[in-house]
Structure formats: structure tokens, C-alpha cells
């Protein structure tokens, strides 16, 4: 044998694989933040505006990852982000608005109201949710976003009832995340209330990410992976199922009060319409789509489901020779998310985020037949 065919490089090992893929994954959220931070200045105000409703609810949808890992799926979110939705807008508005009810306080204090108030009713749940699974879970969480429902059409002096009630723009330390008389200028584009909104969206989108990653990370995660593979498995390592599945829960309604706070400020009314079955359905088809359990697949599959719609318009638009025979393309978008949810359940239930890992992967993995082949012609 050769000195050459003694060089022949070998295949990486286990240790050094699962480094380079982790190496990967900071190099994708490295480059995701890169092309967030300059979005605004190259960005058109709709597209900022599209986005900022994605990172608000990508928050939501990283909730449900959470939920996902402890094996649990709801559709309750919606109704803990109109919880969240609703305290801010009642907390924030001055005490003299007619026919509603407002308490006036500052904006920053109403967003933490709006958080702990969801959290507080995600605790009250948890009651049920730790020691439902499946459909059975899927039943209870409906019941909750028929509940809010009924809650926001009849109590007008809180909701505005079917009207709405207009939503205060957020804003701490004199700095206003929406429209203002003199907005500020960044490298010569106007930061007016689609580019601030763009950024508070980023910002919180950036930090409840690193959050529940780290959660991941540490201890709590990987009991919540025991809990997913069953209670025998949990119950062999020691993982308290109902407790950890309580404070999944917990998590991902404190997620959900926070998207609802910053939801509104998207909408700019608050209205029932807004947090209603097809909206949870809809979140649902994010995090499918993305992948179960993944963080990256939850953000993925939001700005999929969010952008699908004005993606195909504008390709349209472009494109006069593409007949939608007559189809609107939000109909049109749900017949693709149909479509992505089936082929997704059949050929690669790990979603979007599988999808990348699995190119990922392929590019880490040796040719080990090619160098097979050159060992054998230098001996």
C-alpha cells in the first residue's frame, strides 16, 4: 500500500458531523439576522408590513413548538393572543374614550399586563391540558377560541364588540413604533411606522428564539423529549409528565400573549374576526408545514403560510399570461397550503426545517464510494 492511499481522508465521525451541522445552523441564523437587519432599507413599506405580521406570528408558532416537544398540539393560541391583545388595548387607552373601557397606562407596562394575563389563563388551562392528549386536547383548545369569541362580540365596553376598538401604537422611551410627524432618517431611508414596526417585531421575534432555544438546550428540553416519547420513557428517567407538560403550556401562551400584543399593533383594530378557528387552523398549517417541534421550521412555515398569498399576487401581477381562471389568490393559497400539508405528512414529516437539514446533510456527507474507488487503485 502507498503513502498516498495512507492519506486517503476519511469519513468524519459522529462528534465531527453533529459539530458541522451545529456550525451550519449558527451560520443560518447568522445570515437570517443579517437580512433582517437591513430589510428596511431595501424593503417596500407592504413587504415591511407583511413581514412584521410574520415575526409576530412566527412568536406564537415558536409557542407551539414548544407544546410540539412535550407532544402536545392545540389550537388555542389565537385565543390566548387575544387575550394578551385585548389587556394591552384596555390598559393602554386613555381613561376618556367614550363607550370603553381604558385604564391609560404606559405602553410598556400594558405589553407585560398583556403577557401576564395570557400566562395566567395558559396556568388555568394547564389544569386540562396536562392530562389531555390528541384529540381530546384539540377539542378543549376549540372550546377556548369559541369562548373568546363569544366573549369579544358581547362584551362591548372591553372589545368594541363587533366594531373593534382602535389600538394606541406602541412606544417606550419617547421612541413611537408607528406613524409620527418627523421620523426619523438611517443611512437615508425614513424609519416611518412599517420600518419601526419591522424592527420591534424583529427584536422580540429574535429574543423568544434565543429563549426557547437555550430551553432546548439545558435540561428542561430534553425532558420534554422524554415526555414526547411517552409516559413509560419520561417516567424511566424520572420527567414529572403533567408538570413539564403544564409548563410547556405555559410557555407557549405566554408566547401567544406576546404575538397577540404585537399582533394588533399589525392590524391597528382589534377585532374578534382577527383570532378566529381559521386563524388557529392556519397556525396549525405553519407549524406542520415547517416541522413539529423545530423552532427554525416554526419561523419557516409562518413566513411561508404569511407571504404565499401577496407572493403569488405579485407573480401574477407580473405575469399577466397566468390565468387564475377566475381564483383569487388567497383561495389559490389554500389549496397550495392543502397541498403542502399532505405531501409533507407523506414524504417528509419533518417539514421545511427537514428538508434544509437533509441538503445540509447531503453536502456534509463523504463520497465514500469515490474514495473507496481511489484506495483501491493506489494499493
Excluded at 407544546?67 to 389550537?75: D, P
Excluded at 389544569?127 to 384539540?138: E, F, K
Excluded at 381564483?327 to 389549496?335: D, E, G, N, R
Aim: proline share 4%; hydrophobic share 55%.
Amino acid at each position: 500500500m502507498s503513502d498516498t492511499a495512507l492519506r486517503t481522508p476519511r469519513a468524519p465521525d459522529a462528534a465531527t458531523q453533529v459539530a458541522s451541522r451545529a456550525h451550519h445552523r449558527r451560520l443560518g441564523w447568522g445570515a437570517a439576522f443579517i437580512v433582517m437587519a437591513g430589510a428596511p432599507f431595501v424593503l417596500s413599506d407592504y413587504w415591511l408590513q407583511l413581514g412584521f405580521a410574520a415575526c409576530v406570528v412566527a412568536i406564537s408558532t415558536v409557542g407551539l413548538a414548544v407544546l410540539a416537544r412535550a407532544g402536545q398540539i392545540t389550537l388555542a393560541q389565537p385565543f390566548f393572543m387575544a387575550a394578551g391583545g385585548l389587556t394591552y388595548v384596555v390598559l393602554v387607552s386613555p381613561r376618556d374614550v367614550p363607550d370603553a373601557i381604558g385604564l391609560g397606562w404606559p405602553p410598556v407596562l400594558a405589553l407585560l399586563g398583556g403577557v401576564v394575563v395570557a400566562g395566567a389563563l395558559g396556568l388555568l388551562f394547564t389544569a386540562i391540558s396536562s392530562r389531555l392528549d390528541g384529540i381530546y386536547l384539540g377539542m378543549a383548545s376549540i372550546g377556548l377560541v369559541l369562548l373568546g369569541q363569544h366573549f369579544f362580540h358581547n362584551a362591548e365596553t372591553w372589545s368594541g364588540g363587533v366594531n373593534g376598538r382602535r389600538v394606541p401604537d406602541f412606544e417606550v422611551a419617547g421612541i413611537t413604533f408607528g406613524r409620527t410627524v418627523d421620523p426619523p432618517v438611517v443611512l437615508g431611508t425614513v424609519f416611518d411606522r412599517a420600518q419601526m414596526q419591522w424592527l420591534l417585531g424583529m427584536l422580540f421575534l429574535v429574543l423568544v428564539t434565543a429563549f426557547v432555544l437555550n430551553v432546548f438546550r439545558a435540561r428542561p428540553g430534553r425532558a420534554l423529549m422524554a415526555v414526547e416519547s411517552g409516559r413509560l420513557t419520561a417516567a424511566v428517567v424520572g420527567v414529572n409528565v403533567e408538570a413539564y407538560k403544564a409548563r410547556a403550556f405555559l410557555v407557549a401562551s405566554v408566547c401567544a400573549g406576546l404575538s397577540g400584543v404585537l399582533y394588533v399593533q399589525s392590524i391597528s383594530i382589534l377585532s374578534a374576526d382577527a383570532f378566529d378557528l381559521d386563524f388557529a387552523l392556519m397556525m396549525l398549517a405553519m407549524v406542520v408545514i415547517g416541522g413539529l417541534g423545530s423552532v427554525g421550521g416554526a419561523i419557516a412555515g409562518t413566513v411561508f403560510v404569511v407571504c404565499l398569498p401577496a407572493l403569488l399576487q405579485s407573480l401574477f401581477t407580473t405575469v399577466p399570461a397566468l390565468d387564475l381562471g377566475g381564483a383569487s389568490t388567497a383561495v389559490l393559497s389554500q389549496y397550495v397550503f392543502g397541498i403542502a400539508i399532505v405531501l409533507v405528512l407523506l414524504f417528509k414529516p419533518t417539514g421545511l426545517v427537514g428538508i434544509f437539514t437533509s441538503i445540509t446533510a447531503a453536502r456534509l456527507r463523504p463520497n465514500r464510494s469515490a474514495t473507496a474507488n481511489t484506495t483501491r487503485n493506489e494499493e
